[in-house]
């Protein structure tokens, strides 16, 4: 039995299965970006892209077309990563709730948050900023084109949509940052205005 990109090849006659292992190394880069898009947080995309390979891995009906393994992938990861995202607003709800049951006696010394001291360029903060700003489904299109420098056909392709779609999209998650980059800059010159 052969193997390529990710599908094995059966002799004659047997249905093909999909080589999860290889899928996964092959579509790594771009589903942990849609991951990082989805969740916001660098720290949690290694647990979250864990939980897809071990979806993938557990399949109870096989995947047979190898044109629907990026697709099957990419839902899987926004799914896994909204489960992530629920998952963490309750531990953030019960340490809320244990800090307000525990008030410190001490003033609060917490270390600067490293990515402050690490985006030293200020569009680039500016960015950001606004990308944070952005529905989640919006982020995630601008960072798999722009990270990942990819075509609309092949955008289409991971996402198991089609190219119009994604240049609509992309067109209106564009729009939708220049607002927020709008918005983010005024703010910062009207504190900048008011603290001289």
Do not use: C
Not at 59 to 84: C, E, F, M
Not at 86 to 100: H, S, V
Request: glycine share 4%; aromatic share 8%.
């Amino acid at each position: 039995m052969k193997s390529t990109k990710g599908v094995r090849v059966a002799p004659t006659g047997t249905p093909r299965t999909v080589d999860w292992p290889a899928a996964l190394a092959e579509h790594d880069r771009w589903l942990r970006t849609v991951i990082y898009a989805r969740v916001g947080e660098p720290q949690a995309v290694d647990e979250v892209f864990q939980e897809v390979s071990l979806a993938a891995i557990r399949q109870k009906s096989p995947l047979k077309d190898p044109t629907k393994v990026a697709p099957w992938l990419y839902r899987t990861a926004v799914t896994q990563s909204l489960l992530y995202r629920r998952k963490a607003g309750r531990r953030r709800k019960l340490a809320g709730n244990y800090a307000r049951a525990t008030q410190p006696d001490e003033a609060d010394v917490r270390t600067p948050d490293p990515l402050d001291w690490l985006l030293a360029d200020e569009r680039r903060k500016l960015v950001r900023t606004a990308l944070d700003r952005l529905p989640r489904r919006d982020a995630e299109i601008l960072w798999l084109k722009y990270t990942e420098d990819w075509s609309y056909q092949q955008i289409a392709e991971h996402l198991g949509i089609s190219q119009s779609a994604v240049q609509a999209r992309l067109h209106r998650a564009r729009g939708r940052l220049r607002r927020e980059l709008a918005n983010v800059e005024r703010t910062t010159e009207s504190r900048q205005d008011f603290n001289p």
